[in-house]
């Protein structure tokens, strides 16, 4: 299915953000931005998050378009 679905693997960006990468930037400093490393790293994935599921939601939508003929 991921073979069809390759657009998919943009949902896997905020799971690799909030939870894998967690224990390598759990800590205080460097202070970025007057904040914290891991605030600053929490702020910055939840901002990246909705983008990498516009492109997970964008691909899905031209192939989908495409299984129609469409093509966009």
């Given amino acids: 299915m991921l073979r069809q679905r390759p657009h998919l693997l943009w949902l896997l960006v905020p799971f690799v953000l909030f939870l ?7 800590r205080v400093d460097p202070v970025v931005a ?9 702020l910055l994935s939840t901002l ?10 964008r691909g899905d939508r031209r192939l989908a ?8």
């Fill in 20 to 26: 894998v990468a967690l224990p390598w930037v759990n």
């Fill in 34 to 42: 007057g904040l914290p490393f891991l605030t600053f790293w929490m």
């Fill in 48 to 57: 990246v998050t909705p983008f990498a599921v516009w492109a997970a939601y």
């Fill in 65 to 72: 378009a495409k299984g129609r003929g469409e093509g966009r």
